[in-house]
C-alpha cells in the first residue's frame, strides 16, 4: 500500500490543523493505520493509531485529548485532527500500515509515507 500525507504547515500555539493520509493500492480497511512523529529531540514518537473498521483506537499521553484520529474506508484516507496545538508538538509526521492487530511500536508498521512537517510557532 502506498501513503501520502498532506496538510502540514505552520501553526500557532493554541490552534489547530488537520493531516490527511491518502493511500492506494491494496484494501485500505484491512490495514490498522497510524500517525507517528520525529523533531527535535523526538525519534520515531507514537502518536495515535486506528483498527480497520475505524471502531478502535489508541493515543500517546501527550496527545490525548487534543488528537482524533480517524479515517474514511470509502475515500481510502485517515486523518488526524489536532488542536491546542503546542510548540513541542512541532515534527514531521508520518502515517504508517500494518495488517494484524493495533500495536504502537514503529517497527511492526510495514509501510510508511514520506512525512509532513508540523510547525508550531509560540
Known amino acids: 500500500v502506498h501513503l501520502v500525507e498532506s496538510g502540514g504547515g505552520l501553526v500557532q500555539a493554541g490552534g489547530p490543523l488537520r493531516l490527511s493520509c491518502a493511500a492506494s493500492?491494496?484494501?485500505?480497511?484491512?490495514?490498522?493505520l497510524g500517525w507517528f512523529r520525529q523533531g527535535p529531540g523526538i525519534d520515531d514518537e507514537f502518536v495515535a493509531t486506528i483498527s480497520g473498521s475505524g471502531g478502535t483506537t489508541d493515543y500517546a499521553d501527550s496527545v490525548k485529548g487534543r488528537f482524533t484520529i480517524s479515517r474514511d474506508n470509502d475515500k481510502n484516507t485517515m486523518y488526524l485532527q489536532m488542536d491546542s496545538l503546542k510548540s513541542e508538538d512541532t515534527a514531521v509526521y508520518y502515517c504508517?500500515?500494518?495488517?494484524?492487530?493495533?500495536?504502537?511500536?514503529?517497527?511492526?508498521?510495514?509501510?510508511w509515507g514520506q512525512g509532513s512537517q508540523v510547525t508550531v510557532s509560540s
Open positions: 493500492g491494496r484494501t485500505f480497511s484491512n490495514y490498522i
Open positions: 504508517a500500515a500494518r495488517e494484524g492487530t493495533i500495536v504502537d511500536t514503529p517497527r511492526e508498521y510495514n509501510f
